[in-house]
Structure formats: C-alpha cells, structure tokens
C-alpha cells in the first residue's frame, strides 16, 4: 500500500516556475514507476510526466517537454516536478500517481488527492 501527498501548489503568473512534490509513504515506493497527471475543469485527466523507478527513464507530454522536470528522491520517498515557463493552460489540478511500471495511461495503482496549479496571464 502506498499513499501519495502532493505539496507545492499555488497561484503563479505566466512565464514563473512552481516546483511540486508529491511525498509518498510505504517502505515499496521505491519500485514503483511515479507519474504526474493534470485535470483542468470540463476536461479529462491526462498525463504530464512520468519516471521508473530507479529515474533512469523519464517520460513527457509534448505539451511540457522542455519546460518541466520529473525527478526523484528514492531515499526521501519523494517524486518532483519542476515546471518552468509557465502558461495559462497550465493550470489544472495536479496528481502524483504510483504504479508497477511506466505508462502515459491513468493506469496507475495508487493516486494521490491532487495540488491546484493556477497560472495567471
């Protein structure tokens, strides 16, 4: 069992930077895959950014690519996202999520509650 906490949300003008973490409990949190995923509202959830287990393959929607970081920190049982040049479209409810492997799909085991990204024009 593992349960995810994402911090680090907020309210950010256009062009700023937000990192989030996403803290996850259970001593298994190092052999899942972690991925990030956005919901805006009306729209569906869909994937932002994923990492293996061991943060040797890192995986990006090629709406974020080159602007956001996925990373972890195996030893602090935590996964990051870095986001630079941020947009409006941005914004949306941000999930941490774990699973046994990586995949752009919400085919994740566990989820996380969500951090709201607001990005201002």
């Known amino acids: 069992q593992v349960q995810l906490v994402e911090s680090g949300g907020g309210l950010v003008q256009a062009g700023g930077s937000l990192r989030l973490s996403c803290a996850a409990s259970?001593?298994?949190?190092?052999?899942?895959?972690m991925g990030w995923f956005r919901q805006a509202p009306g729209k569906e959830r869909e994937f932002v950014a994923a990492?293996?287990?061991?943060?040797?393959?890192?995986y990006y929607a090629d709406s974020v690519k080159g602007r956001f970081t996925i990373s972890r920190d195996n030893a602090k049982n935590t996964v990051y996202l870095q986001m630079n040049s941020l947009k409006p479209e941005d914004t949306a409810v941000y999930y941490c999520?774990?699973?046994?492997?990586?995949?752009?799909?919400?085919?994740?085991?566990?989820w996380g509650q969500g951090t709201q990204v607001t990005v201002s024009s």
């Open positions: 999520a774990a699973g046994p492997r990586l995949v752009v799909t919400t085919e994740y085991n566990y």
């Open positions: 990492i293996t287990w061991r943060g040797g393959i890192t």
């Open positions: 259970g001593r298994t949190f190092s052999t899942y895959a």
